[in-house]
């Protein structure tokens, strides 16, 4: 995958006029997971301004039950806690990790920051084992810097 296509790709889908802010969110997860052969799931969680829990968002691929995430609990619960991006390369070596489905095998959350409070997460999972490298995080900071410009 060309990062710098991908990136040029996000900022047009994000950018577009007349088209709700979950419209784009929705064609954003579409595009990384058709384009990015190991983003199996892709998904927005974001956080309740009165609560400590997450609320799953747009989304693309298979349904998940977790729809609500306490801050945390999971992977996605944990960056809700620190802020910061967390890549895991095997779930399976992860005592806090909330299983959305038996096939994946590694996962990324970045965290989404306005004004400076972490307001949400660009969640991915895949079905391969250590599937997110320097170039994935990367990419998905500057995917979650853009996403921030839409709240």
């Known amino acids: 995958m060309n990062y710098e296509e991908a990136e ?3 900022q047009k889908i994000l950018r577009k006029e007349g088209v709700s802010r979950d419209e ?4 954003l997860c579409e595009y990384m997971e058709i384009e990015f052969s190991l983003y199996d799931w892709v998904g927005f969680y974001f956080a309740a ?19 609500v995430i306490p801050f945390g ?5 944990q ?16 005592d806090n990790y ?18 400076g409070k972490n307001i949400g997460q660009i969640d991915i999972d895949s079905h391969t084992a250590e599937a997110f490298g320097d170039e994935d ?10 996403v921030a410009l839409l709240f």
Not at 73 to 77: L, M, P, R, V
Not at 137 to 146: G, I, N
């Open 73 to 77: 609990k999971g992977i996605c619960g």
């Open 24 to 27: 784009k969110l929705q064609e």
């Open 79 to 94: 960056v809700a806690v620190s802020g910061k991006t967390f890549v895991v390369d095997d779930v399976n070596a992860q």
């Open 8 to 10: 040029l790709i996000t």
């Open 49 to 67: 301004e009165s609560d400590t829990v997450l609320y799953l968002g747009p989304f693309a691929g298979e349904p998940t039950d977790h729809t």
């Open 137 to 146: 995080v990367l990419f998905l900071e500057k995917v979650a810097e853009e």
């Open 98 to 115: 909330i299983a959305c489905s038996i096939d994946v095998r590694s996962e990324i959350v970045v965290p989404i920051f306005v004004n």
